[in-house]
């Protein structure tokens, strides 16, 4: 048996009424979502990884729900994810970073980082007091590199290499911590069940949970009642402003704009967008339609498919009858996926972009050539990032890991999200949750795999190192632009406050009139 296997197996959903569950979602628990698929290849480098895997202690404690007590004087962290159904393909490695992260902390391990202040420099920490340029008169100008020798192909900043070191401490304030796991079977009332029982039966420090916007818009009102801390790891459509919430995944400031001004400049104004039917996808669709028109672009058609939905027949034929210049697809789950693979059998060619694809669902790997060739996404991870920091993280993750098959997005974003909790109660001296959520506010940065993160006090989203992946005909992945730093600015432009005021609730671009106003047609 293998290890994942094994860490599989300690995950149950005791005492769950499965049978409260409509037929429908009740019969996607079956798959343990491995998300294997044709064009699984292990990385060269990883090579002989379960060899070492084996020596790996594994300090973590993962408990069924129903026999779930309060262990006297460990850390509890809550870790909801969907370990079966359509979207165990993302649940299975957000648990996975979950150990991992846990594991570390329990050996006395912390990522670089700290409390910046409000108004943080996040990865602008890493820029020289003084431009490190010399001009030559009307020559270009030459760079200085990280040695200090004249370049002209230099950056202007570095980032460190070595962000995964020694806390000083094993567990966290003197005590283990301690992961409760169960599986949210890709179903919102479970979701709902199991966050109730973590909140008042297992008395979690801190809930960590949630892949759809319908996961967590199921639970926040749980949260909000009980003014749990919880943290949303996953990569969203924004807008969310609540003073318990602290949202470290990347939104459509950072993702959305960057990918559609690209788009449009390179490939042409018409975009066809067809997007999953729920509230991230109807609300990334949403921020298309208002930023589209900035830069030149519009939105020809739109459609929207049930999570259901794994036959594509009828949406092929719309795109090849619209003519668009590219494809913005917005769509989530293993059913939806199928898409990729049916639109290249049909000889749709158009270019794609995505804030989903490749980076969270691999499915650069789990499909065969060339169904995600032009393939674009504005990420803040992926595992191919070629930095010596993530190369370090991808190894360390196949020790423990040496079945899984890629390190998405959202395990990334598990993972640094852990430790940052881990060091905001350091700051605190306590896990008391109210002194926790203050000390997240003070403006933390964090060294994650991606690069620098900075969490905005005011907003509880975080910055993040975006970087524009694209696919070729061979799935082979190449990083097109870099943007070391982009701000999650929405929230903060339309005044919001949580420092100050508290909220709890979910702003939509239909909400601010910046969009309407620049989107108008004359």
Known sequence: MSRNEENDKTVRTDGVD???????????GTDRGTGRGPAIRRRSFMQGAGATAAGLAMPTVIRGLKTARAAEGKVKIGHIEDLSGNLAVYGVQKFHAA?????????????????????????????????????????????????GDMTGTGMAFVQDEDVLIDSGESGLLGREVELIAPDGQSNNNIWQQLTRRLIQEDKVDCLVAGFTSAEREAIRPIVDKAK????????????????????????CEQQVIPVVDYMVKTFGPRIYTIAADYNFGQLTAAWTKAF??????????????????????TSIARIQAAKPDWVFTLLVGSNQSNYYPQASAAGLEYPMASTVNMAQGYEHRRFKP????????????????????????????????????????????????????AKAARLAGTTDQESVKKALESGFSIEAPEGAVFLEPS??????????????????????????????WWLQRIGVNLVKHKEYKQYIPDEDPFFSMFGKKK
């Open 18 to 28: 499965a049978s409260a569950v409509p037929q429908a979602e009740a019969d996607r």
């Open 99 to 147: 150990q991992l992260a846990v594991k570390e902390i329990n050996e006395g391990k912390t990522l670089k980082g700290g409390p910046v202040g409000s108004g943080g420099i996040g990865v602008m920490a890493n820029y020289a007091a003084k431009a490190p340029v010399m001009g030559d008169g009307d020559k270009d100008l030459k760079f200085v590199n990280k040695g």
């Open 228 to 251: 749990q801390l919880y943290i949303y790891t996953n990569q969203y459509e924004g807008g969310v402003a609540d003073s318990n919430t602290f949202c470290t995944g990347a939104i």
């Open 292 to 313: 589209a028109p900035l830069v030149g672009g519009e939105i020809i058609q739109e459609e929207f498919v049930p999570l259901s939905v794994s036959d594509f027949t």
């Open 370 to 421: 060339p169904s995600l060739n032009r393939m674009y996404n504005c990420i803040n991870y992926m595992e191919e990032i070629p930095t010596a920091r993530n190369q370090a993280f991808v190894k360390r993750w196949y020790e423990m890991f040496p079945d899984d098959p890629y390190i998405g997005q959202m395990a990334q974003n598990t993972y640094f999200s852990i430790h940052l909790y």
């Open 459 to 488: 907003t509880h989203h975080c910055s993040h190192y975006i970087r524009l992946a694209t696919a070729d005909a061979e799935h082979n992945v190449s990083f097109v632009r870099e943007w070391p730093s982009i701000q999650p």
